[in-house]
């Protein structure tokens, strides 16, 4: 049995990252914790079970909507980062909190798209004995089209690429301690916790559900931030480009050493035209290629730099159970 069990019932904290959500927090919120409600009623997990809100540095009133759910029920309880850090680095600030304090985590984005519902299917599994329960949408029917398209190709490419994902999982997760405790020593700054988590291992299992459009407000994810992702999930994952680059490097001299070869021939037959046009596309192509290339070759070599500096991921400013109070010297 482990650590914090108490009655023999294990106990589970909800992670949930909230950045600027005051629309949509106040009518998920009471979700999270009809369904913990449940789980304890059923018998599944222990009353100190706990519906952790981790505020990611918003500038709206999510920190002041937490403090207020935290002083009505003893259930909810968050944290708050000294500053914007982004999804996934708020999902690890809420999962090293609760590492110690409970038996698993589920993690699940606030704005109730994802089925909360299937929260009671994955502590089955984890009953049955599974470390890491994935939540994976069994269709993106709610989904733009745009949306589900670039999402499917995404994975498929990640896949092509070496990195071991579960296909069409994001971040809604059931997680053990154990698997916490072995996470814990995964200490890089470039996070993309859905290819983490398959490298840690243990015994893991999928529960499927429907995902849902966003209750209110609007998605923090726009076609800039979604290709920077797939960049990050893509190099922080696999060296496979790297040797891409390589392999078309020598295709491309083989191809040059064809043309020198064929403008000789053409000099000797006498048949040299003033190929301009050629010339100019040839270098652009060139020339794009050297570039695009760079640009791979640089995105490694920024995340090699990023981690070097071994920077804390996130710092926590505020707890909703510690009363921050300043404290002077003198
Ligand atoms: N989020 C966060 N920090 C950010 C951006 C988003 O904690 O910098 C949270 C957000 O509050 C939500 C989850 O991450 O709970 C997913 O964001 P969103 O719903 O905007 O993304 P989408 O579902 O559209 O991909
Ligand atoms: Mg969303």
Redo the contacts with the bound molecule.
């Keep these: 049995m482990k650590n914090c069990t108490i009655q023999g019932y294990p106990i589970l904290w909800i992670v949930?990252?909230?950045?600027?959500?005051e629309s949509v927090l106040p009518l998920t919120a009471k979700l999270f914790k009809d369904e913990l409600e449940l789980l304890i009623d059923t018998r599944k997990i222990s009353d100190k079970s706990k519906v952790l809100f981790?505020d990611?540095g918003s500038t709206d009133k999510t920190w002041n909507i937490i403090n207020e759910l935290a002083g009505f029920d003893e259930h909810y309880i968050g944290i708050r980062e000294s500053r914007?850090r982004?999804?996934q680095n708020?999902i690890l600030a809420g999962m090293m909190e609760a590492k110690d304090k409970c038996d698993m985590i589920i993690s699940i984005?606030?704005?109730g798209?994802d089925d909360i519902s299937a929260m009671g299917e994955m502590v089955d599994k984890y009953l049955d004995g599974a470390e890491v329960v994935y939540g994976v949408r069994n269709s993106r029917k709610k989904d733009s089209f745009f949306k589900r398209f670039t999402a499917e190709m995404f994975y498929k490419f990640l896949r092509i690429m070496g990195a071991e994902v579960v296909f069409n999982h994001a971040d809604y997760r059931l997680v053990s301690s154990l698997v916490l405790d072995g996470f814990s020593d995964f200490k890089e700054v470039n996070l993309f916790l859905r290819g983490m988590f398959p490298l840690v291992g243990y015994k893991s299992d999928i529960v499927c559900y429907e995902r849902q459009e966003?209750m209110a407000g609007e998605?923090?994810?726009p076609l800039r931030k979604m290709l920077h992702f797939a960049l990050e999930g893509i190099t922080s994952f696999s060296v496979k480009p790297i040797s891409l680059i390589a392999g078309l490097g020598v295709m491309v001299s083989i191809l040059g050493f064809i043309g020198v070869i064929w403008a000789i021939v053409c000099v000797i037959m006498h048949k040299t035209v003033a190929g301009w046009a050629s010339i100019v596309c040839i270098l652009c192509f060139l020339s794009g290629i050297q570039l695009f290339s760079i640009g791979i070759l640089g995105e490694y070599i920024g995340k090699i730099y990023l981690e070097t500096k071994h920077r804390p991921r996130y710092l926590i400013s505020e707890k909703t159970w510690e009363k921050s109070e300043r404290k002077y010297k003198g």
């Design positions: 949930i990252p909230c950045y600027n959500e981790v990611d914007n982004g999804h708020a984005d606030c704005d798209q966003r998605s923090h994810y």
